[in-house]
């Protein structure tokens, strides 16, 4: 294949690695009677970067579940593979969108009905984008092969002029593509990067570990490997520490080895590929070779196996309670490879004079295998609530301490504008109305419609709808449904079914006779 068809080569390329993940689908995952439908397709789903069933407000509300004294809402439910967030010193909230080559800003919610006031994109055309950073004006950006910044006005929540390269030459094949960027306190630029393999030796030496940078991208220096994918890091307040998430191998069984949290310090070796969990050998690569010259360092905390630990982030403690002092957040984005999914949830970790204790803080993602969610990132707001990434339903959970003080969680609100049609489409001229009808129920009833508006403790009634809504503003809410209904993949002609089902009544003849 030549460079001119590096479109399709890429594509191969990713076919090529997207069957290979397929065979390696220990057999078990198949086979297992815990393993249902809807587990498999979060697989394929996650595996193709297709998104999964959106999330609702009944969901929200009835199904997910946070520590008392707590209150959850969802906060965004129309963000598609939604991934790391990023707050702006304005408050605004950024998030990357990898594979769409994407970041979206959401306006901060100046009105207090727990909904962001905008949204827009703010830059778009980059390469599988992750992590984020703001610093002197600049707004970082780690792409799959590179690290740009560009200038970035936090009052006016504008860029301007062009992308400036940082860090280039990154390579991004293999498994783990994502580069995840922090400044820290000493105001220079950490890079992680995750390694090709499930366990091999690298050929770039870059990869399986944390980097760091002079803000240019100059002086950059490896300090810490053993790294096998550490997607999220943060620094410990009360003390400047450096963890870092990482993630374990795959293909040792249901239980092995752990995922880790790893307390970084500069020079370290952390194990990958020879040694796993606290320090045990690897049977699939023998005697490290350099055992001579390093010693593997255990983690800090083991994670349950295949549990995905992701994005991290300590806790600022001043709107939360005494137990969260000192204590961090951390996203598991959930097994893929497990006879009986594990993980799927937002995990608390307190430090204190026995260790780390893991607790959970937001579960219910995962109802004896039928999977709803698979939180991503973890972020705390100006207003020192927790914001919450969900890759798999494309929403954004907003946790908060203390009472609810409105019910966003449930709102549900039709659009007010041209709420009836100024004339009737002209589709409706040759349409069967009863048939349409018919087929619109059919619609309703598959997309189970009835638990919003007729179930739950705020059903949104449709009574009279045709009083109030046209046929074409209901096509316009079906096809671009405000926060927080999901988006169905409904066709036009389906739009107008469920429409004709919503709105038609039939002749006072026709109905006396059924």
Known sequence: ITEQDHPMRKWLIGLGL???????IPAFLLASGTTDSSSLRMLFNSMMGIAGPAANSDIVRQQYKVPDGFTLELYDANLPRARFL???????LLVSRPHSGDILLLGRDADGDGKPNARATLIEGLERPLGMDISDGWLYIAESNRVRRIRFDSDTGTVDGALETVVEGLTDNGNHWSKTIRIGQDQKLYLAQGSTCNICEEEDSRRATLMRFHLDGSQPEIIATGLRNSVGFDWAPWNGALYATENGRDLLGDDLPPCELNQIEAGNFYGWPYFYGDNIADPDMGDDPLAKDRDPTAPAHNFRAHNAPLGMTFLDPNTLPPPYERAALVALHGSWNRSSPDGYKVVSLH?????????????G????GTISGRPVDVAQGPDG??????DYAGAIYRVRYGAADNNNAAAFELPT???LDAQPPEWLETANMATMADQGNELYQRYQCRSCHEEGENPKGLENLNERLGYAAVIDVLAAPPSPMPLFPLTESEQRKLAVFLLWQPPESSADEQ
């Open 18 to 24: 997207l069957l290979l993940m397929l065979v390696s």
């Open 417 to 419: 504008v041209k709420p």
């Open 365 to 368: 993602f995962n109802r004896d």
């Open 86 to 92: 990023l707050f702006t010193p304005s408050g605004d």
């Open 385 to 390: 609530a927790i914001y919450i990434s969900d």
């Open 351 to 363: 430090w204190g004079t026995d260790g780390i204790e893991e607790r959970d803080f937001l579960t």
